[in-house]
């Protein structure tokens, strides 16, 4: 039973990253105008993975597992941020993450709270440092950001220092904005004064929210990759409209699931081959 769980699930990532392939590629095809072969993008998954790592991510009881198996990037967030010392849970998953030649994860991101530019710099520096010396994390997910022009530099500054600083084995310095509702193009322009996050979540809230939200005008300007919708509270029977529909706004980056409040963020999406692998096939897919 196990092996052939296991055999299915590497036949499915050898199948997902060639369509991720073809999709990269027609992403390219719309951006350039060339041909508009579908209304919607090509999509990676970003899972706010904040469950406790008290199991194994070969275990199929595990939301570890799920996560393993079809997100491509992982949020990691040990105590409402990284905690004060390290924590050999989470040592030992980013170690079995970064051992495992099965998983899907290429990115793992460390969990800061910004506290709407409440929290000094050198609060959430010193932060991002700790992830970076136990955890070795591939960038930052910035959580609470402000959607307030006049703080752009707070901003600017704290992603330059996860580039000046990323301990990261796969050098990548990859940051998130976490606004969880459309936020002004000021923090993306790539000016003198401003290094812009490399991603922004755009909507972060339940299935029913989504019914009236619309990206700006501005957002159609941008590569799909720049932006990432997290939605909530979504059935199984909702799933593949919600995850369309995400695709057609040009969300480039994804997180559905069936979780809800008071933390939607606390089991993986279950089932695992109903639910979860079906988000998995959408987001690769095209349209
Ligand atoms: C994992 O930890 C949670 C609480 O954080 C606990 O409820 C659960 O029983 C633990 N599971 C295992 C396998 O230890
Ligand atoms: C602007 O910065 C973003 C984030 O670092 C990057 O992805 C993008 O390619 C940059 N754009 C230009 C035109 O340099
Ligand atoms: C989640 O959605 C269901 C309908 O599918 C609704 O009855 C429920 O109230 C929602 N949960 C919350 C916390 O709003």
Redesign the pocket.
């Known amino acids: 039973m196990a092996t052939t769980t296991t055999t299915t699930l590497t036949k499915l990532a050898l199948s997902l990253t060639l369509v991720h392939a073809v999709c990269a590629s027609r992403q390219i095809l719309q951006a350039a105008g060339a041909s508009s072969i579908c209304a919607g993008v090509s999509q990676y998954i970003i899972a706010p993975s904040y469950v406790y790592p008290n199991c194994s991510i070969t275990t199929p009881s595990c939301a570890w597992y799920s996560f393993s198996n079809g997100a491509d990037y992982v949020i990691i967030n040990p105590n409402s941020g990284p905690g004060t010392t390290a924590n050999s849970d989470y040592v030992n998953l980013v170690s079995d993450i970064r051992a495992s030649t099965e998983t899907f994860i290429t990115t793992i991101l460390g969990y800061v709270a910004t506290t709407y530019g409440a929290k000094s710099e050198a609060a959430v520096n010193a932060e991002t440092d700790l992830y970076n010396s136990v955890y070795k994390v591939d960038g930052i997910f910035f959580d609470e950001a402000s959607t307030d022009c006049t703080l752009t530099s707070y901003y600017s500054n704290i992603v330059t220092h996860v580039q000046d600083t990323t301990m990261s084995p796969t050098g990548q310095d990859y940051t998130i904005l976490n606004w969880g509702t459309n936020g002004p193009e000021c923090f993306l322009l790539n000016t003198s004064g401003n290094v812009p996050a490399d991603n922004f979540v755009t909507f972060e809230n339940?299935?029913?929210s989504y019914a009236s939200y619309a990206p700006h005008a501005y957002m159609a300007n941008y590569d799909p990759a720049r932006f990432y919708h997290i939605v909530y509270?979504v059935?199984e029977a909702n799933l593949i409209s919600t995850m369309t529909k995400s695709k057609q706004f040009r969300a480039g980056r994804v997180y559905v699931t069936n979780d809800?409040?008071p933390n939607p963020y606390d089991t993986a999406p279950t089932p695992f081959t109903s639910y979860w692998e079906a988000e998995v096939e959408k987001a690769a897919a095209s349209c």
Do not use: Q
Request: no cysteine.
């Open positions: 339940s299935h029913a509270n059935t809800d409040l």
